[in-house]
């Protein structure tokens, strides 16, 4: 009897299969737009000589020789997968930075909890009761600040009045404190208020508990105009970003307090760097308030745009370009990259946990040791200032670990952290720019850091004008000094770390 022959793949067709998984594997690679174009000659040479060697490995075969055949199987199925995945990284970087949203505004009505207006009786005798529907304030009295929110308070009052179908009853004040004042003194039935403005108002004394004391019972959303693009040439000229943050959790929005306020000034050309971080209650002209002084902080209240020009102006360096991120994107970040390193300069621990202990010396933090050690600023020896310090330690440890090999190994988790959890206004042409340049030369980035200080006092705020706030006046000298270093770093020199100058208050222009 015959017995039948065994039929098995012939070792080079599989080999022609594997060269066309690889002419597709050079096709995406080319496609992407964060790798240098000498790259993608380089793996196109890789690869065509393993191609030979294969094909000779292969041509020479015996029909019995499973290893050929298994090899040839398993590199074309390794290469069509990785060939697959380049496109769909490549949509997925793009989708992060081009679905980015933040331009909206809530606007919210409040009133006092009945709670609240039973333990006043004396001020509430005659209020109306307190109701969670809109429609049982058709009488009541609506407590606007036109002036000092335009938009946002004339968008709600239309949206209200629309709801309702009546003719609002307003009780105009000049600023947001005036206005909740004249809440809580029954001078109004309901608050209408920008939602960013909540964070204000509870650092404000005698309304601390403005949150417990009041329940929102309807909000409108507006969306905002688009803000300033970016227009810089990342990869040719200096630009200058605007890292801002909050000391929130949740959704991020272009409106609102920024507790961390840094200025990074890059210079592509000298691979220079500058960290410039000013303290958020640095007292500092409003652009949107008439360049009357207020907290730095509070710019974020007119948009970022005004954060923005109001920097600008302040550091003689025109910022166009925007980060912001808050407690939940921080350590997101950080620990999608393994963690950070940083040489603590002396030890300290977290005010209310006093297992979170920070020695001195070097330290890996993760995401949660890191948002502690960026967050305390009461056991500090110089309090805020020494916060600010802590978070530009942390903020270039953040740029080492981003521009250095070790990034590929965390870039899934890295795309998975930052999906949704920041807000800028470079766009994704610029983030790859950028990535082939690191890639093609190798940068080693030049980093100096500087924090400014002041001195500690009380004054009126533009945003808040009717009761002093606590601020901080930013030494003249140190401000000059870091606006040098800018100058230096866009001028293309080379900077050194220095030691910072003593702060004092005396400059020629005052004599004091």
Known sequence: MTRKRKRRINPVFLWLLLAAACGLFIFEFAR???????????????????????????????????????????????????????????????????????????????????????????????????????????????????????????????????????????????????????????????????????????????????????????????????????RSKVTKEPFSIFFGGNDETGELSLIGRTDVDMVVTVNPNTHQISIVSLPRDSYVPNPALGDARDKLTHLGLHTIDNTLNGLSSYLDEPIENYVLINFTTYMKIIDALGGVDVDNPYAFHFWDNYDMYFEEGPLHLDGDRAL??????????????????????????????????????????????????????????????????????????????????????????????????SIVYPYPNQIEFVKQVINEVVGGNIVEQQEMPEGSFYTEENGY
């Open 372 to 469: 502690h050690y960026v967050r305390e600023r009461k056991t500090l020896p110089d309090g805020d200032f020494g916060r600010n310090m802590h978070q530009q330690l942390v903020m270039k440890a953040i740029i080492s670990k981003l521009t250095s090999a070790e990034v590929i190994s965390h870039f899934n988790d890295l795309l998975a952290a930052l999906n949704g959890t920041f807000l800028t206004n470079l766009p994704s042409d610029s983030i790859y720019a950028l990535c082939r340049k690191q890639l093609s030369e190798n940068i080693t980035w030049n980093i100096v850091n500087y924090h400014v200080e002041g001195g500690v006092g009380t004054e009126y705020c533009a945003s808040v004008p009717s009761t002093p706030l």
């Open 32 to 230: 992407m737009p964060m790798f240098p174009l000498r790259w993608t000659f380089l793996a196109a040479g890789v690869i065509l000589l393993a191609l030979a060697l294969l094909y000779v490995l292969s041509a020479k075969a015996t029909p019995r020789n499973s290893f050929i055949r298994i090899l040839n199987s398993v590199l074309t199925v390794a290469v069509l997968i990785a060939s697959l995945l380049m496109p769909y990284y490549t949509d997925k970087i793009s989708e992060l930075f081009n679905s980015i949203t933040g331009n909206k505004v809530k606007i919210s009505v409040y009133v006092l909890t009945s709670e609240y207006k039973n333990a006043h009786n004396d001020i509430f005798w005659d209020a109306m009761g307190t109701y969670e529907d809109l429609s049982a304030y058709t009488d009541g009295r609506f407590i606007t600040t036109v002036s000092s929110d335009t938009e946002n308070q004339l968008y709600a009052v239309d949206e209200i009045r629309t709801k309702l179908g009546v003719q609002l009853k307003t009780v105009d004040r000049a600023s947001v404190q005036e206005a909740v004042y004249s809440l809580y003194q029954n001078e109004g039935d309901l608050l209408i208020m920008s939602e960013a403005y909540e964070s204000i108002v509870a650092d404000i004394e005698g309304f601390e508990n403005f949150k417990n004391d009041t329940i929102k019972i309807y909000t409108v959303t507006r969306t905002m105009d688009g803000t300033t693009e970016s």
